[in-house]
């Protein structure tokens, strides 16, 4: 049993060492000091020897299986150095390879339009003026002439905090109570962008979320020709300097009096087109002299003071310009839809 301990011990390392690939190795290594291999067999039947050859045959068994793991360890680490430097020398640098694309962020359409409706504004003396998107119900309704009850609340329903009276606010508007306060009795131009939100289904048209810019002037002598004027400047800057403006009567309660801006259809230039409804023209703002109410509840006299206000949807402008027709894009993060701008 000795003998064959060592003659397995010698025809084994004779073999490893004209062993090339690793399956080889590991077969041979079965063979032997495996779960089923030699050596191990024989240190399972240790117990059926005689009693005095056990100490021996056990030491030398285990020294033999020692000694191989140690030798199957090595040439396997030489097997693997051996590949690895036929693969670095067969896969030198192919500088023919086309690189990889490092893919670029840029912005979102309605960051985009964002700030084209900045740059035409702050030409025309209009600074940027941000008010909070949670908003108290005081100040999104009550004092921008829509006391509790009124019926207009009920276009605007919206989503409420567990704060009783703060809300998240339905449109821009607010931001006037805000800024009047902070400058009266100080001229005012500003123009207020952000996130507005209001409790609807979602469709096509409509989305629980979207951005306003709304305006406001307010000083001395300001009249209506002023707004129409300045809203006829800014439409033809955005559509195009030939484009045809119109106003239409409206009603908005903190407004008096109170107009819709049209303009004439990007798409079809008048002609008619289902974008239009056939009409030629496009709803582009909402807009008016600013409310006596709404001037004091922002500290200024109306017997002196006067100013206008408007307000635009960036989605809707957005849409509009693209022919893009289904809002829910615009905050799907879906980049077939983002990567087209
Ligand atoms: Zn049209």
Known sequence: MLERLREIEAETLKQLESIEDRGALHRLESATIGKKGEITGILRSIGQLPPEERPAVGQLANEVKRRLEAAFAEREEYLRQQELARSLESGAIDVTLPGRPVPTGRLHPITRTLREIYAIWAEMGFQIYRSREVEEDEVNFT??????????????????????????????????????????????????PGMVYRYEQITARSEIQFNQVEGLAVGHSIHMSDLKGTMAAFARRLYGADRRVRFRCSHFPFTEPSMEVDVECILCDGEGCNVCKHTGWLEIAGAGMVHPVVLKNGGY???????????????????????????????????RFLEQF
């Not at 998240?168 to 902070?182: A, C, D, F, K, N």
């Not at 017997?303 to 509009?320: D, K, N, P, Q």
Request: proline share 8%; charged share 20%.
């Open 301 to 335: 006299d109306p017997a002196v003071y006067s100013g206008f206000a408007f307000g635009m949807g960036v989605e809707r402008i957005t849409m509009l310009r693209h022919g893009i027709e289904d809002i829910r894009y615009f905050w799907g993060n879906d980049l």
């Open 143 to 192: 004092l921008l002439n829509m006391p509790p009850h009124h019926p207009a609340r009920d276009m605007w329903d919206t989503f409420y905090t567990t704060t009783e009276g703060v809300l998240l606010r339905t449109h821009t508007s607010p931001g006037q109570i805000h800024v009047m306060r902070e400058y009266a009795p100080e001229p005012i131009r500003v123009i207020l």
